[in-house]
């Protein structure tokens, strides 16, 4: 069970800017025996996943009967599936220089399996202060580099059924010399992972500058048969920012990508910090840190609150299996019983007993390029209103190019856009979007937007999405084909949707309008349909109403009459832009195209002879969007798409001689027009800088 804690943390790194990451709370199950009783001091330090459940295993300061077992924990319930599996000790183990300490309660640290022989776990002992090296041994394995009994890498191989686990090899470990590791004998590896190309990750908890490091090797296909030194190099993946104090790394697991081809990640657990600090291993983004907070659950008798936040938690295990994380701590013995607040848990906390906490991955984790604020904003091909002094932004990025596609513009109390970057999950078929060029909200449906590209191009893309919008990233929730008619190719101009309205007509149905663009000689033109959210199905009407924009003084050939679209009350306004090339200069006007009544079987009633109201020279307005009450008396928001010169937001304020409300058309009836009422404008009105 996970309790929402509305507590926002910040992290920075040198590689992105600082975002805001919530913090998550988790409730922990006590992990229980097979007669289900809770554990006294196993002191869980390791956790894997294989076959359906979970594995651990208790170190070198556990209860004795806990000692040198595997533990087999039912996922959903916590409890054991089995009793506790003895780890025996192979007979060339017990003669290889290093059975005089494996034989004797060794510190076995983590846990993981080899992902070519599922009967393969592999563990890693850590505190070897009390063994020594024969004389012959010690001069063998002396270089390294770390402690002077040097960390050890053990195979435990099982039985068919599980019932039997024998350690059967030992490799030492060599650190690099540079990495500066030192001989801090309670301070070593406490964190296994193998990814999907038999990397082996390695996490120390502290080197002699008192921060973790994670190191690898490959795991090849003799590892097991040589006794020289297993080698291991930096991992070469950077570490959120630290202070001066303690930040170990107490587990790690390895997260495949969604992504084809990307390596994938490792999910860390800081158990200092109560975070988990998601390593993305193409190092090209700084770690993702995940704040988290513990609870447990009482016994409900309304003496003690529901749940008890723990002050304490010690995490020393992380697993992940199918889109969870699962997580179990080792408790410390000197702080555990500070957790101690009702009676009901009294014990468990004096016992020393774990708990098995669980989390589901978080999309904001594949981030390839992590969210980036900044003031300056990209070229807006649409945008849509979120709330009040929130603009979602749409990017027209073709297949070709990489970066994200969505962000969103933040207005102050002042009225000051900041801007940040959006990443999507979901695309179909893993292919991002193409030229996107229009968004609108769905009415009554907080955070979902429909997002569409321009066109097809040979066939490919001419797609609409429906995405739900989170903190820091979008879904795709849906995909529809749009209405295409012509396609774009390299011998022809074919169809280029750049607007789209959505308008509510009943529960769970719209009116949806798209504006194709025109240009070259060719009118824009206006198609519309009916988008059923609860059949997942949009139909459009076959045909297009062709479009006749106002033109302006010295109208070029290259205008477009429809850049954008949107709907103010019944009204449907329209931006138009003149280009010369994509350096400019632009010139864009502003207009009312239609009355729209979405119950009507003819939904949209062209104005005729419509007015220019604004006119804006200098920009490419491809955004047009309700005004924010931020901007006191504004009209209207546009974002512009200024091709090389990149992109601008503005609030447009009412041209000379008009109210702060927008002009506007008295409700005409069905299938008539009333453009009567059409308050004639001045025909240029310069945004505001």
């Known amino acids: 069970m996970k309790l929402n804690i509305c507590c926002w943390l910040l992290a920075s790194s040198m590689l992105a800017p600082v975002v805001a990451v919530a913090e998550q709370a988790l409730t922990g199950q006590w992990i229980r025996d097979m007669q289900q009783q809770t554990l006294t001091d196993p002191q869980t330090s390791g956790l894997t996943w294989r076959h359906n459940e979970l594995i651990s295993l208790g170190d070198q300061s556990a209860n004795p009967a806990y000692r040198m077992k595997l533990f087999r924990i039912n996922a959903k319930t916590a409890a054991f599936n089995h009793e506790p599996v003895p780890i025996t000790i192979s007979d060339k183990v017990r003669n290889s220089c290093f059975g005089d300490y494996l034989v004797n309660s060794p510190d076995l640290e983590a846990l993981t399996w080899d992902r070519i022989d599922d009967k393969t776990l592999i563990t890693v002992t850590e505190d070897a202060s009390r063994a020594q090296l024969s004389p012959a041994c010690g001069r063998k394995y002396a270089q390294t580099n770390s402690t002077t009994y040097p960390t050890l890498l053990l195979k435990i191989s099982l039985n068919e059924d599980f019932t039997k686990a024998e350690i059967t090899a030992v490799r030492p470990v060599q650190f690099p010399q540079e990495a500066q590791v030192g001989n801090l004998p309670n301070d070593g590896i406490e964190g296994l992972a193998v990814d999907d190309h038999q990397n082996l990750y390695l996490a120390l908890e502290k080197n002699s500058a008192t921060k973790p490091a994670i190191f690898k090797t490959r795991l090849t296909a003799d590892f097991w048969a040589k006794d020289n030194f297993v080698k291991v190099i930096d991992a070469n993946l950077t570490l959120p920012p630290l202070n001066n104090k303690g930040h170990p790394i107490n587990g790690i697991d390895f997260l495949p990508s969604p992504v084809p081809g990307h390596p994938g990640y490792l999910v860390a657990v800081a158990r200092n910090d109560d975070q988990l600090w998601i390593f993305d291993l193409t190092n090209r983004v700084m770690p993702y840190v995940q704040p988290l907070s513990f609870y447990v659950a009482t016994d409900q008798s309304g003496l003690c609150p529901v749940y008890e936040k723990m002050v304490q938690t010690a995490l020393e295990g992380v697993a992940v299996k199918d889109g969870r994380v699962y997580l179990v701590n080792d408790p410390w013995k000197q702080h555990y019983p500070d957790n101690i607040q009702c009676d009901v848990n009294a014990a468990y906390f004096q ?91 769905l009415p009554g449906r907080p955070n979902e937007f429909l997002i569409g590209e321009s066109g097809s191009w040979h066939g490919e893309f001419g797609r609409l999405f429906h995405i739900r919008l989170y903190q820091g990233y979008a879904n795709v929730l849906a995909s529809f084909p749009l209405p295409i008619e012509q396609d774009n190719n390299a011998d022809q101009a074919g169809d280029n949707f750049e607007g789209l309205v959505c308008v509510s007509k ?134 512009t798409e200024d091709e090389w010169l990149h992109g601008q937001w503005r609030a447009l304020f009412p041209p000379v001689g008009q109210s702060a409300a927008i002009p506007s058309l008295t409700p005409a009836a069905p299938g008539q027009v009333n453009s009567s009422s059409v308050n004639q404008a001045p025909v240029t009105d310069k945004p505001k800088s």
């Open 506 to 639: 009943a529960p769970n149905r719209y009116l949806l309008l798209l504006g194709e663009r025109g240009g070259k000689g060719k009118a824009g033109s206006l198609v519309w349909g009916e988008f059923d959210l609860a059949a997942g199905a949009i139909h459009w009407q076959p045909g297009r109403i062709a479009v006749q924009a106002p033109q302006p003084e010295k109208a070029e050939p290259q205008q477009r009459d429809i850049a954008d679209l949107y709907l103010e009350s019944n009204v449907l306004w329209a931006s138009a832009v003149r280009e010369v090339g994509n350096g400019g200069p632009f010139s864009s006007f502003i207009y009312q195209v239609a009355l729209i009544d979405p119950q009507a079987a003819s939904p949209v009633n062209l104005i005729g002879s419509s007015k220019i109201y604004w006119q804006i020279d200098g920009f490419k307005v491809e955004g047009l969007a309700a005004p924010s009450p931020q901007l006191p008396g504004s009209s209207l928001a546009i974002g």
């Open 351 to 441: 016992n020393m007993s774990p708990l098995l906490f669980q989390l589901e991955v978080d999309p904001r984790w594949f981030t390839l390029a992590r969210p980036k604020l900044q003031t300056t904003v990209p070229g807006i091909s649409a945008m849509a209103q979120i709330d009040a002094d929130r603009y979602l932004l749409v990017q027209d990025k073709k297949i070709d190019q990489s970066g994200d596609r969505l962000g969103v513009l933040q207005l102050s109390a002042t009225g000051q856009p900041s801007y940040q970057s959006v990443f999507v999950t979901g695309w179909p078929n893993n292919q991002p979007a193409s030229d996107l060029e229009s968004a609108c909200a």
